[in-house]
């Protein structure tokens, strides 16, 4: 599986949601799914179906 890239565009209460590099949508994902601690700004890889803070 190829790694995907994201940004965290926004929080709101328990839900964040991720712009990925190159496209126009958000993802929409429960902060539970992320890793501790993540905030707006952060650059995330998702691979092997986990998400990692980079």
Same mark, same amino acid.
């Given at each position: ?5 994201y *940004?965290?565009a /926004? $929080?709101? #209460?328990e839900?964040?949601? %991720?712009? /990925?590099?190159g496209?126009?949508?958000e993802?929409?994902i429960?902060?539970? %799914?992320?890793?501790? #601690?993540?905030?707006? #700004?952060? /650059?995330?890889?998702?691979e092997?179906? *986990?998400?990692?803070? $980079?």
């Open positions: 599986m190829e790694a995907k890239y *940004t965290v /926004r $929080i709101e #209460g839900y964040a949601y %991720l712009s /990925r590099e496209e126009s949508e993802l929409f429960a902060l539970a %799914l992320l890793p501790f #601690g993540v905030d707006v #700004g952060d /650059r995330l890889v998702y092997d179906f *986990t998400f990692s803070v $980079i």
